[in-house]
């Protein structure tokens, strides 16, 4: 008799934790990805896929509103998707986002595997007088309401049980998760990202993974892979001191890119960077180059001779302050390859005066203080005071790391 009431008992309390989940998190509890309550997964020692057998609909599923097609189908759309996010992207009246279609264009072409953008557009209908001033007719039309996109981005984990070496995983970056301000965002986005993902995983069945970035407020119920802050500054105006001169800061361009890809890419030996990095995330080099030719990825590497010393990865954020009249510039990513943290900081120093000299309208610069970049930061505000900070997480998508977050000075995200 005992054992039956706490069998019943057992069975009515995990009912009603259930429906707790259900309830507090109605989207994230259908979705594969790693439930903050998803205790037994953190027992695992190696990262694993979730939906190995493929993608499986839920309710959020809409393929009458959203269709996704491959970026080479979208050169009707990419003006009026590029409008949306113009528009609706950033919350702030403050702040004008001037990306271009071309900036776009350039995000999602020059990887190995097809990219993607997903529509949501309701039908739209209007009354307009007939050419021949002869009565009026009903003009059936589609209005976008929203849009998202993805990009291969090749991510490189470092394997438990081997020291020196990483396990390679293919996934898709999800990007510009755009919804009209008129429009429900919870609604809508939660369609986007559910079909889009399916769709996806479907059009591609080589790559099943994917990886989310958040700025601002986490999203509740889910364990992020990586979280950190990120900073946002106005640049002075100082003067830089000279350098020493057996150290140089060189711009790495679309003819000498050979240096980028002897460290990052051809190198097939891991042992220094799983010294330097835990996981590692890459664009496929056409990708790189892509965003170097359209000025939204500067590359510069700091050297001593033929020694490469330190990388510095800035990106343009197509980002206007008003009020500042200034661009915006921010720091992605770096590698220290020396132990001298005041030569590493010297070098990031003079990479901004090289890209300021070129574009003076770069008067604002936001840090990711993740990996490297932490080494930066630390010189960087000494006598400097933030304007704000937000909270940035990266989600994955159908995919487990049991140790979830991982330590972000140990994380190299370029994309």
Request: charged share 20%; aromatic share 14%.
């Amino acid at each position: 008799m005992i054992f039956q009431y706490i069998l019943v008992f057992v069975i009515v309390f995990y009912i009603i934790v259930l429906a707790i989940i259900k309830i507090k998190y109605p989207f994230w509890n259908n979705q594969p990805v790693f439930h903050t309550y998803d205790y037994i997964r953190s027992c695992y020692r190696e990262p694993f896929i979730i939906q190995q057998n493929g993608p499986y609909k839920t309710k959020y599923f809409n393929d009458i509103l959203i269709k996704t097609r491959h970026i080479d189908e979208c050169s009707q759309t990419i003006k009026e998707i590029t409008d949306l996010i113009q528009c609706h992207y950033l919350s702030s009246e403050y702040i004008d986002y001037i990306i271009q279609p071309n900036d776009i264009y350039a995000m999602l072409t020059g990887q190995n595997q097809p990219s993607f953008i997903s529509t949501y557009k309701l039908p739209n209908y209007e009354l307009k007088p007939k050419e021949s001033n002869e009565g009026i007719e009903l003009i059936s039309t589609e209005k976008l309401v929203g849009c998202i996109t993805s990009r291969s981005v090749t991510m490189y984990v470092r394997s438990v049980n081997k020291d020196n070496a990483y396990n390679k995983v293919l996934i898709y970056f999800i990007d510009n998760l755009c919804v009209h301000r008129e429009h429900d965002h919870i609604k809508v986005s939660r369609n986007l990202l559910q079909t889009h993902d399916f769709n996806q995983r479907m059009y591609n069945k080589k790559i099943s993974c994917s990886l989310i970035k958040k700025d601002g407020e986490p999203f509740s119920g889910i364990r992020p892979l990586i979280t950190y802050n990120t900073y946002f500054y106005t640049i002075p105006n100082k003067k830089v001191s000279r350098m020493d001169s057996n150290y140089s800061v060189k711009e790495l361009r679309t003819n000498n890119m050979e240096i980028f890809m002897d460290f990052f890419t051809v190198n097939s030996v891991f042992e220094t960077k799983t010294m330097l990095f835990d996981i590692m995330v890459l664009s496929d080099i056409g990708n790189i180059l892509s965003q170097m030719k359209e000025k939204l990825l500067y590359i510069y590497c700091l050297q001593q001779g033929e020694d490469i010393l330190g990388f510095y990865f800035v990106k343009d954020m197509k980002r206007h302050y008003d009020e500042k009249e200034a661009k915006t510039l921010s720091l992605i990513c770096s590698v220290q390859n020396s132990n001298n943290n005041h030569l590493f900081y010297m070098g990031f120093l003079h990479v901004l005066r090289q890209i300021i000299h070129i574009n003076a309208d770069y008067k604002m610069i936001t840090i990711e203080n993740i990996g490297h970049n932490k080494i930066l930061h630390e010189y960087w505000c000494r006598g400097k005071q933030s304007l704000y900070s937000i909270e940035t997480s990266y989600y994955s998508y159908n995919y487990v790391y049991p140790s979830s977050p991982i330590d972000s000075t140990r994380c190299f995200l370029l994309f």
